[in-house]
């Protein structure tokens, strides 16, 4: 307890009195090894020594023996001191330059000395008295008392080291709000010593003396480091991979490394104690999706984002080496809206929502003639939209395009996206009866179909909206004959697809309706019991043929929410209000693709 005392005692003056005393103490170590060496030409040399041999195991244990690794897991962390610089790179004045300098200059001197030590110990004591003498340097040395006070000394060493770096972790995890109470963890004494982190410190090594057992706790401690180790390479591993242009270190080590070293360090976990092991794991796993909920910013940014956009990239050019075109069983909504003020969005939200979520995407187009006042306030609409969307795990981004003319500049879009390769395939617009214009519209349909885009057109009535969102009426038309033959249900495709993506989120109900008005399709009961199986609607889906024209048919069905419509090649936007007026629901209106198969 006195020499715990000491040492915290020494950490809490200041740091730079620590090392002041670091300095002293490795003069006292210095002496004590060329003491050690020394007594290799004062001392009778044992040449007959085992390069390979069995541990009988110690005193403790009765010299029952005991396995490598516990033995590796006890000596280990008495090599984790080259990490010290690390622990105190806040307080050093370039650690860019002085870590990787002071850590492998660490490692290759303290190797030096282990190894050349252990050959000290087999030429100077036998095997037996190795095991059996703890003191054998000390007895041995051309000076006993300085080893005496070296071993002391390092002993000291190790721990203010400790003393002085584990509460400057604590406290760079304080100030990036990691822990619990950061801001108390984080506070700084007038000297600029992290007083809180300090005194937990204190206390976790008051619990870790009052188990009095270092074999036991050395092992745990191997654990901890050997975790830590993990990370690192596996951090540089991940960086280097990614081969970005930001990754330049000053270091550079091949790939090769920290593959062996991540992979070693959990191989000797598992070896060491396979329980502990995996509690570790675990640990790791829930302690990073705790920070992952934290949403911590990093003012550099992290490497997942690199590896993400890589994995994309990868995944990008597989893809396309498969298929240079998209494929209709890859399809999912991914919805271009163009806006020309806020309530363009606002009015729509849920119905988007419906249509996109979880899988799809939004981009929004926010046209412009010049830069307006109100620009800012747009901006600010669309932060807030995208959170929201986000918040619902849906990937939405934004540009400002500046609009000369609404058709050419939509147009222009169309071209430009169709050159992406994760583009987006649907036009979203929702229409307002009371200030419409019609042109726009109709020109927008023809643009649509020509740079291959799917369409959506909702036309809300009146303020009655969507209802209860609940009950979805699908009218499917202009369906061929031979649709089983050829895999093709005509120009349906979206609305349908449509259909059963609302009826998920709304958790509703689908009735089709297939309108023949010409009265030359022959639809039987076979017949829609098998499209109701390649579609894979619902159990709960009613489907009906109705004769007659579209609009008559509609009048007569007013029990739904929302009606979906297949746009016709006959079909303008006039008629689509029109249709919307006399059946009193809203309805959405669709323009298919080549990107859209609903029975695949």
Known sequence: MSIFSLVMGIAFVSTSFAFKIQYVILGIIVLALLSIYG?????????????????????????????????????????????????MSGDLTSPRKSIPKGTISAVLLTTLIYISLIFVAALIATPKELVSNYNLFIDKALFGPIVLAGLLGATLSSALGSFIGAPRILLALAEKEILPKSKKLARLSKKGEPVNAMLITAVIVFIGITL???????????????????????????????????????????????????????AIMFVINVIVALTSLIFIVIFYFYLVNLKLKSEVGDSRSGLFTALAEWATK???????????????????????????????????????????????????????????????????????????????????????????????????????????????????????????????????????????????????SLALEKNINLWITKIPNNWKQTFDIGNNDLATL???????????????????????????????????????????????????????????????????????????????????????????????????????
Not at 54 to 76: L, P
Not at 346 to 368: A, E, T
Request: charged letters at 20%; one cysteine or more; glycine letters at 4%.
């Open 39 to 87: 007594a290799l030409f004062f001392t009778d040399l044992n040449y007959d020594f085992q390069w390979f041999g069995k541990y009988t195991g110690s005193i403790e244990n009765d010299f029952s023996g005991t396995s490598f690794w516990v033995v590796f897991a006890v000596f280990f962390p008495a090599v984790t001191g080259v990490m010290a610089g690390a622990n």
């Open 212 to 266: 009095r057992d270092l074999n036991t706790i050395a092992p745990i401690l191997t654990m901890f480091f050997m975790t830590t180790y993990a990370m690192v390479n596996i951090v540089v591993l991940v960086e280097q991979s990614l081969n970005l242009p930001s990754y330049r270190p000053t270091l550079k080590v091949p790939l090769i490394i920290p593959a062996l070293g991540a992979f070693g360090s959990i």
């Open 318 to 464: 597989k893809s396309s080496n498969l298929s240079p075109q998209k494929e209709v069983r890859s399809w999912r909504p991914d919805l271009l809206i163009p806006m020309t003020m806020p309530k363009d969005i606002r009015s729509s939200y849920k119905l988007i929502h419906s249509i996109i979520h979880p899988n799809g995407s939004i981009k929004i187009l926010s046209l412009f003639h010049e830069l307006p006042e109100e620009q800012k306030n747009t901006e600010l609409f669309l932060k807030n939209a995208s959170q929201k969307y986000k918040e619902s795990g849906i990937s939405m981004s934004y540009a400002f395009v500046e609009n000369r003319e609404l058709n050419t500049t939509i147009n222009i879009s169309m071209q430009s996206l169709n050159a992406a390769f994760f583009k987006p395939n649907i036009i979203f617009v929702s229409i307002d009866t009371g200030l419409v214009n019609l042109n726009f519209y109709d020109t927008l349909i023809a643009d649509v179909k020509k740079n291959n885009f799917g369409m959506i057109i909702y036309i809300p009535f009146s303020t009655a």
């Open 498 to 600: 449509l259909s059963l993506l609302i009826c998920k989120n709304w958790k509703g109900e689908i009735d089709v309706f297939i309108v023949d008005d010409a009265q030359y399709l022959k639809f039987s009961n076979t017949d829609m019991e098998d499209l109701k199986a390649m579609i894979r609607f619902p159990n709960k889906t009613n489907i009906s043929v109705m004769n007659g024209p579209l609009l008559e048919n509609v009048k007569n069905y007013k029990n739904a929410d929302v009606n979906i419509f297949s746009v016709e090649s006959s079909m303008d936007t006039a008629s689509m209000i029109h249709i919307v007026n006399e059946s009193r629901i809203s309805a959405i209106f669709c323009v298919d693709s080549t990107l859209e198969n609903v029975l695949v």
